[in-house]
């Protein structure tokens, strides 16, 4: 801290905290670690428990990666060897985790009869290309090398795991959260724009101070925004003001936080706002929804498609196949 103080019949100081330095700075040295080893497997680099729990933290975080499954979902043909729904939780596997496992199932003479779809949550690399299932402290499953396939999203600090696209944009999938659990528990606790009662008229006796403070008191919680009643005979017009504290409303600029946070999640998904129902601000609109759908599909869900192809490449069959996108169906005009 550094202090400039001039000495005048005032005591005038003024002093400042030096430059501020970003609180990540001080994580960089994990990033050499890349990913831990604990003795059984590999920890992932971010918690994975942390990311499920982020999942519904904002509507257009889940709803982005939920529009991306539901098209994979409505494109996938499916294998008598992978069902629709295992398909539906391995791709909201690999877009929410940045890792999409799954196992194979060998009948007697080895030829593989089904795919199974392994939470992304709970499984952790071991050496030697071993892969562990372990959903609690108690239960383990080991799986050999080349029995559980592992689809990665790369991450330029290590090898073992993959980490989704949408990492930079969780702080404003946290903080479109927190704005809208600050307003909530605000008009919940009915604690709205807190004030200072100030008078100067002299009441009559100590009751009449004692039944106002209850009747303030009692206009907080369930049911507030009560009208209040304060008789004082011969008061002036000043006699009693009310000295706000804060302006929530205008000083807190919910609107503006939902709306950057909200554009910011967005372009981390790179998901068309046509599609997720958000309605546009402006008259003019968000433009055509068959465009948007049709760059959508081009520039995310065929590069997805292809990432989840390479499961075809392990299984040696082709387990997923996709038909084309089509924004109209078949018959129509």
């Excluded at 009948?107 to 562990?132: F, Q, T």
């Excluded at 599909?297 to 996108?325: K, Q």
Aim: aromatic residues 12%; hydrophobic residues 40%.
């Amino acid at each position: 801290m550094t202090t400039d103080a001039t000495m005048n019949p005032a005591n005038a100081m003024a002093f400042t905290f030096g430059d501020p330095e970003p609180v990540l700075e001080g994580y960089d040295i994990l990033d050499m670690a890349e990913s831990w080893w604990t003795g059984e497997w590999y920890e992932p680099p971010v918690s994975l428990s942390g990311l499920a729990k982020s999942y519904r933290a904002n509507p257009h975080h889940a709803s982005a990666m939920q529009v991306k499954r539901n098209v994979l979902s409505s494109c996938f043909v499916p294998h008598q060897m992978l069902s629709r729904t295992d398909f539906s939780a391995l791709a909201l596997d690999f877009l929410l985790f940045g890792n999409g496992w799954v196992t194979r199932v060998d009948n007697r003479l080895g030829r593989p009869v089904k795919v199974e779809r392994l939470p992304a949550k709970y499984m952790r690399r071991g050496k030697d290309g071993r892969a562990c299932y372990a959903p609690d402290y108690y239960n383990r499953q080991w799986f050999e090398a080349g029995r559980a396939f592992q689809l990665v999203e790369p991450d330029p600090n290590q090898e073992l795991y993959g980490l989704p696209e949408y990492i930079a944009a969780l702080q404003a999938a946290w903080l479109n959260e927190a704005a809208t659990l600050f307003r909530r528990k605000y008009y919940k606790n009915g604690s709205h724009a807190g004030f200072i009662l100030y008078m100067t008229d002299a009441l009559q006796d100590e009751a009449a101070i004692t039944n106002l403070k209850l009747a303030m008191q009692n206009s907080k919680g369930p049911g507030n925004f009560r009208n209040l009643l304060m008789y004082a005979p011969g008061g002036k017009k000043d006699g009693m003001q009310i000295l706000p504290i804060a302006d929530v409303s205008a000083k807190d600029e919910f609107f503006n936080i939902k709306n950057v946070s909200r554009d910011d999640v967005l372009a981390a998904h790179r998901v068309p706002p046509q599609l997720m129902g958000i309605i546009p601000n402006n008259t003019g609109g968000f433009g055509s929804i068959e465009a948007a759908a049709a760059v959508f599909a081009r520039n995310e869900l065929e590069p997805l498609m292809e990432r989840l192809r390479e499961i075809n490449d392990w299984i040696g069959e082709e387990v997923i196949r996709f038909r084309p996108y089509q924004i109209k169906p078949d018959d129509a005009s």
